[in-house]
Each structure stands twice: as structure tokens, then as C-alpha cells.
């Protein structure tokens, strides 16, 4: 039994404190803010999209990315910053915009997606995760470009067995019927059976409350930590802002774009860098409003609208512009006409709560899991950018596994920090 100590407490944070006491360890909590999940955790798109991973570094994205740029409603912003971190994360975010690399980070990602599914399902019996709007309605990408459709499903009937199916607007229709009062035609559709989606911010406090009464709990420490004490090769302690120090036989780094910082000071360079992004979260009145039932991803204009609970989450864009978590008025209006155009009466947009979250994302899309390679016992869990909700189950297996000195359950090529 060793005294673990986690850092952050999002929910990759949480899963891990979970999944490291349930393996019998005494496991300290570590936040920084006043209450649990208030980061990225906090009002994300609450997907669970186990087969729909690809990274956000493929092929055409460059040239997409200028075209997106000059559009007032485009799904990204860049507002360069005089810090080489930036330049440094896109360049390798570039070097990674190549058809092979994608197809392989795109392989790594789904088989964490299955694990991570495994992983949800034992999680959730065993706390007793009851009140997070869980729903499994499937996940339908529709498409308003032919040529982009054609593409997609080019590649998918090269590749049969999956349980991807392949839509026209009239099947899109059928299965949403919400669709038909959107503003234009779509060239066609992929639906993935069995995605499903959540109350990212309800599972954290509802694991939290269970984690307060597992007996290999030992509680949460309201800190900001600063640094690592190192002796003899090994973290002793974390060092917060006010001198306390918290020690543990282990540690284990979760604190999304905090970690870079807590990393320098042992001198390990993390290529995370933050992906700010929008949601709305739109109450849902029955009998006036007509919402999805499936999640529905608008591909063209990256927005995705799903059910969760009795608001309609609408979720989108990549702005680029450092660690600036403000609420930008003109991105939240783009948000609501993208909403009323597709959707016009799946919920009360007047009373939509905006939120803006940083994603602490690497260059490839990939987690940084497993060992720090800077001290023997400190561990890394970090930098799943926009899939953290999806993945934070099955990184929380592999870290714990690899703690305890067995095998990770899936080869971690892509998923260790490059040397």
C-alpha cells in the first residue's frame, strides 16, 4: 500500500484518485480552485465518443485552418503571443498534420476509446455513478460538403466491419428528425451506434462524493502547488504556493495546463498548450421544445448538440489565443446563430449559460500516460485536449497499472512523453 498523492482535480484527476484507492493505495486529492472540476471538466460538450477520435492534426487541416481563420464564424482563432512554447507547439502540431501520423495517432486513440469504455462501465457499477444523465443515443456526423461526405465514406467502405453507418439526407432525416427544420441540406451522414453522453461536471461530484467515503480515501488539500521537492531521484514532496508541503510515496501530475508548470520545475518540458473552447447549455421545456435526441457533430462547422439532461449542450471551436479563459461575446453569438440555424427549436437559447474552458492539448492528440522519466515515482496523466471526458477512464487504468508494476493493458507507442 503506498500513500499516493493525485494532482488536479478534473476529471481525469478524479478517475485516477478513484481507480488508485480502489487498487488499495491511500490516495490524497490535490485542487487548486475553491471546488472540484471547475477546468476544462466543468460544462465541455459531455461526449463519450469511444469510436470518433481523430485527432485534431490531419492532412488537410492547414489549408482548412486559413479559410477558417478569415470566416467570422469559423471554428478557430489564432492570436499569436511573443512565447516560443507557442511557435514550438505549432510546429510539431504541423509536423504532425501528415496522413500517416494521423492514421496512427487515429489507431492509438481508438483502442484507448475501447479501453476507456471497459474502464467507464467498471467505474461507474462500482461507485454507483447514478445521477449523470448518462445516455447512450448514438452519434450521427453529418456533412454539408459532397465532396468531404464522399471522402468519408470512401474510407469507411474500404474498411468494412465497423459499426459505422454510412447515411444519406433522407436516412439523417429519419433518424433525427429534429434535423428537418435546419437551414440547409446535408450531403450525408455517419452515425456510430452506442456513443453516448454525459454530465462531465455531475460524474466529478458524484465520484467525489463516493471517494469521500471510500476508506482508502484520505481527502482533498485546497493547494496550488508550485514545485517538487526531489531528493535521491524521487519527489518527496509538492511544494504549494504557500510553503505547504504535501508528501506521498507517489505522485501522479493531472492538472491539465497546470502540469507544464509544476513539470519545469523539475525540468520537464510538457508540450501541452491550451485549446479554448465554447459551450452552451440551453434549457430544455417539454412539450415546447424539440430537441436531438441523438448527438449530432455539424462536421463543416466543428458544433456539437447533444442531450444531457433537460438542457441541449452545444459545444464548439478551437481559439488558440494562450491562457485567456475569458467569455468572448462575438464567439458566443457565432454559437447561437450556428444553434438557431440547425436547431431552431430544440431549447431556450435566451437562457443558454456560456461558458469558455481551456483543453490541455499535445501537438498529436495523444495523452502524455506513464512514467515523468524525471523522477522515479512521479507519473504523468495529461494533455487529452477535447477528449479528456472519454479518455479519462482509460488513462486512469494505465497509470494505475503501470504504478503497480504490471503491463499497460494496451501498447503505449504515441502515448509516452517523446524523449
Known amino acids: 500500500m503506498k500513500q499516493i498523492v493525485v494532482i488536479g482535480g478534473g476529471v481525469v484527476g478524479l478517475t485516477t484518485a478513484w481507480t488508485l484507492a480502489e487498487e488499495g493505495h491511500q490516495v490524497t486529492l490535490v485542487e487548486r480552485e475553491a471546488a472540484l472540476a471547475e477546468g476544462a471538466s466543468r460544462a465541455n460538450g459531455g461526449q463519450l465518443s469511444y469510436r470518433y477520435v481523430s485527432p485534431l492534426a490531419d492532412a488537410g487541416v492547414p489549408l482548412k485552418a486559413l479559410r477558417w481563420l478569415l470566416d467570422p464564424d469559423g471554428p478557430l482563432r489564432f492570436k499569436p503571443e511573443l512565447r516560443w512554447h507557442q511557435w514550438a507547439w505549432m510546429l510539431a502540431f504541423l509536423r504532425a498534420c501528415r496522413g500517416p501520423v494521423n492514421r496512427r495517432s487515429t489507431e492509438r486513440l481508438l483502442a484507448l476509446g475501447a479501453l476507456s469504455q471497459q474502464a467507464f462501465a467498471q467505474m461507474q457499477q462500482a461507485a454507483r455513478l447514478d445521477a449523470i444523465a448518462l445516455r447512450a443515443p448514438g452519434k450521427l456526423v453529418i456533412y454539408r460538403k459532397p465532396e468531404e461526405f464522399a471522402r468519408v465514406a470512401q474510407r469507411l467502405r474500404a474498411t468494412p466491419g465497423g459499426p459505422e453507418q454510412i447515411l444519406d439526407h433522407g436516412e439523417c432525416l429519419a433518424l433525427e428528425p429534429a434535423l428537418a427544420l435546419a437551414d440547409s441540406r446535408f450531403a450525408g451522414g455517419i452515425f456510430t451506434p452506442g456513443e453516448a453522453v454525459a454530465d462531465c461536471h455531475a460524474l466529478c461530484l458524484q465520484l467525489a462524493e463516493r471517494l469521500h467515503s471510500h476508506p482508502n480515501f484520505r481527502g482533498v488539500q485546497r493547494a496550488e502547488g508550485r514545485s517538487f521537492r526531489l531528493e535521491g531521484g524521487r519527489v518527496k514532496a509538492l511544494i504549494a504556493r504557500d510553503g505547504q508541503e504535501i508528501g506521498g510515496d507517489a505522485f501522479v501530475l493531472a492538472a491539465g495546463l497546470h502540469s507544464r508548470g509544476l513539470g519545469k520545475s523539475l525540468g520537464l518540458d510538457l508540450p501541452l498548450y491550451p485549446l479554448k473552447g465554447y459551450s452552451l447549455s440551453a434549457p430544455i421545456v417539454a412539450g415546447e421544445h424539440r430537441p436531438p435526441e441523438v448527438s449530432v457533430t455539424d462536421f463543416e462547422r466543428k458544433v456539437l448538440y447533444a442531450r444531457i439532461g433537460a438542457q441541449l449542450r452545444v459545444a464548439a471551436m478551437v481559439d488558440l489565443v494562450g491562457d485567456d479563459a475569458r467569455i468572448a461575446p462575438q464567439r458566443i453569438a457565432s454559437l447561437q446563430r450556428a444553434c438557431r440555424a440547425i436547431f431552431p427549436r430544440a431549447a431556450d437559447y435566451e437562457r443558454a449559460e456560456p461558458w469558455a474552458g481551456l483543453r490541455p492539448a499535445t501537438p498529436s492528440g495523444a495523452p502524455i500516460l506513464g512514467a515523468s522519466g524525471v523522477a522515479d ?27 503497480a508494476g504490471r503491463p499497460s493493458p494496451l501498447p503505449l507507442d504515441g502515448l509516452q512523453l517523446a524523449r
Not at 379 to 397: E, I
Open 377 to 403: 515515482n512521479l507519473w504523468l496523466n495529461v494533455g487529452h485536449g477535447a477528449l479528456g471526458f472519454t479518455f479519462s477512464f482509460g488513462s486512469a487504468r494505465i497509470v494505475a497499472d503501470l504504478m
